[in-house]
């Protein structure tokens, strides 16, 4: 999206400008990540934000900038490269945009609040500040687990919306889960979990497509099933991304990097652990792999572990996960945050990471990032075949 391709660009409203008392614009509000200083000392760049008001054509707005600074006699082509700079940067929108087609009038007002978060935290050039949304709209995802993070995870999705849902989830509610899966009611006790769920996310929001299955995954061919199981209304198989929300079997998290990584599927997990809350998020072929991310992190912190101890001693597996709906409900709004990055590219954060937070100490993150390693297992390059032709059948597929 050039600036010239744009009918009326506009600063975003959430990204107004300011002058600074020393004559600097800064824009795109004070958040960091997405604000930005510029040095002013002629005062045209000021002048320029002030014009771009969505009033005026990108050749009108040069017009009104070299009609104020006579003086400074500016090229048209400079004022032209600012506001190109301003929109790549992703503090422009076109306020001649027409509304989505994709979207009605009742699915706008809906998410007319998401629309403008989304907008904020949004750093790409779009033609509609829509755009997020509909890419929402027509998204597939897959659910596995709807306990503590996952049927949070499945709320906030289906209230944002997204576009379809597919729910996977084993269980029966029991009066132990209601201290933290907000989703059921005391009169859920004793149901499947994915009947309740089902039925709850159908009353959020009738315009996503909710479905559902009573199932547990027992090794990576039934995630392999499941990640097939659906077709698009292209008629391809497959989801846009798998979010992870199980934790049993405890080798779970490997069999989801393992397939994704075969079937090239973007993918993010999250849970808590005590008083940690994090989200892992993966895109294959780019960063990091929950390997990748596993091994650097074995490597970096520094148990003071005996020879040959089993890290179990320092972190301790316990038959039950303490919890609550705070550590519950954070770690499913991570994960459907995820999901949005994921599947909306808001926020633009490179996956191949984990983040969260402590809530033991206020202001101190939890956050892995590694690059990807060479010698990773699960997403390591094949090596290369010195004799194609005696090998028999495709093998497994790399991340390409
Ligand atoms: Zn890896």
Sequence with gaps: MTVHAMRRPRIKPEHRAYRTVDGHVRIGSVVHGIGAEVKDPDGWVWTLVRAMDGTRAAADVVAE????????????PDIVQAMTDLTDAGYVEDAGAPPPAELSERERERHSRGMTLM????????????????LLRRARVLLVGAGGTGSAAARDLVASGVGRLHCVEPDVVELSNLNRQTLF???????PKIDAVLAALRALNAGTEVTGERREVRGPADLEDLLT?????????????LLLAADRPATIRRWANQVCLASGTPWAEAGYRGPLVSVGVFTPGRGACWQCLRDAEIERRDLRLAPGQDEDVASPRMPWNPANAVTAGLSGGLLAHAALMLLCGVPPVEPGCRFGLNLMVPGDPVLQRSPRRPDCPACRPAEPDPAPAQRSGSGGRGPS
């Design 65 to 76: 900038v070299s009609g104020r600074h006579p003086e400074l006699r500016l090229a048209a």
């Design 119 to 134: 907008r904020w935290m949004d750093l790409r050039p779009r033609s509609s500040p829509w755009d997020p949304q509909v």
């Design 185 to 191: 009611g005391e009169r859920d006790v004793g149901r």
């Design 229 to 241: 199981g659906a077709a698009g209304a292209d008629g391809a198989p497959g989801y846009d991304a």
